[in-house]
């Protein structure tokens, strides 16, 4: 099983972001995904949600409105977009899978900077 994040990096606050998560090793399309973030001195926050089918999605209030979650089923992949970024964004982003017997995947993490 692996869940690999990419397309962290260096943003300026306001500008935008799409960071991806690729699975394999597993049933990705039976699996909901999430998005989690770690903040410097902070604990684990939960950002964005998806259901297997990509019909349902929830976010955090801090990225509500901001933020979109999707995935591509045929390609394994879920994806975060992320709008007018502020510096409270800067975290470690986390992806995450969520299986139908309570399996529970962990990606390695894409680091975040927003900094002008």
């Known amino acids: 099983v692996q869940l690999v994040e990419s397309g962290g990096g260096l943003v300026q606050p306001g500008r935008s972001l799409r960071i991806s998560c690729a699975a394999s090793?597993?049933?990705?399309?039976?699996?909901?995904m999430r998005w989690y973030r770690r903040a410097p001195g902070k604990g684990r926050e939960f950002v964005a949600a998806?259901?297997?089918?990509?019909?349902?999605?929830h976010y955090a209030d801090s990225m509500k409105g901001r933020s979109t979650i999707s995935r591509d089923n045929a390609k394994n992949t879920v994806y975060l977009q992320m709008n007018s970024l502020k510096p409270e964004d800067t975290a470690v982003y986390y992806c995450?899978?969520?299986?139908?017997?309570?399996?529970?995947?962990w990606g390695q993490g894409t680091q975040v900077t927003v900094s002008s």
């Open positions: 998806i259901t297997s089918v990509g019909d349902i999605t």
């Open positions: 090793g597993f049933s990705f399309d039976a699996f909901g």
């Open positions: 995450n899978a969520q299986g139908p017997f309570g399996e529970d995947y």
